[in-house]
């Protein structure tokens, strides 16, 4: 019903920027919440950045300051814009879209994950 394509990740050197992009696509009624989550090697998969359809923006300590999340609605992409990046930040990160279908009603999609590898 919904389908997301990532895009944007690859290798940078602490200290640099990468800007990853989520495409949604298919046959859903409506978008509300876009997220992006990383899960490192041998973690477990945890919240960087969401931004809710009215909006309201949240966080995780770790990247306040540094990451921006943003939305195109007429696009139903969803962006986060990394920068200062660190060895520490070094993940898959993966694109969660919260989506009302006629079929399915309003549950959460996720992307197929993207490489983001910071180099000291």
């Known amino acids: 019903q919904v389908q997301l394509v990532e895009s944007g990740g690859g290798l940078v050197q602490a200290g640099g920027s990468l800007r990853l992009s989520c495409a949604a696509s298919?046959?859903?009624?409506?978008?509300?919440?876009m997220g992006w989550y990383r899960q490192a090697l041998g973690q477990q998969r945890d919240l960087v950045a969401g931004?809710?359809?009215?909006?309201?923006?949240n966080y995780a300590d770790s990247v306040k300051g540094r990451f921006t999340i943003s939305r195109d609605n007429a696009k139903n992409t969803v962006y986060l814009r990394m920068n200062s990046l660190k060895p520490e930040d070094t993940a898959v990160y993966y694109c969660?879209?919260?989506?009302?279908?006629?079929?399915?009603?309003?549950?959460?999609?996720w992307g197929q994950g993207t490489q983001v590898t910071v180099s000291s």
């Open positions: 931004i809710t359809g009215g909006g309201t923006l």
């Open positions: 298919g046959s859903f009624y409506s978008i509300n919440y």
């Open positions: 969660k879209v919260g989506a009302f279908t006629n079929t399915y009603g309003f549950r959460d999609y």
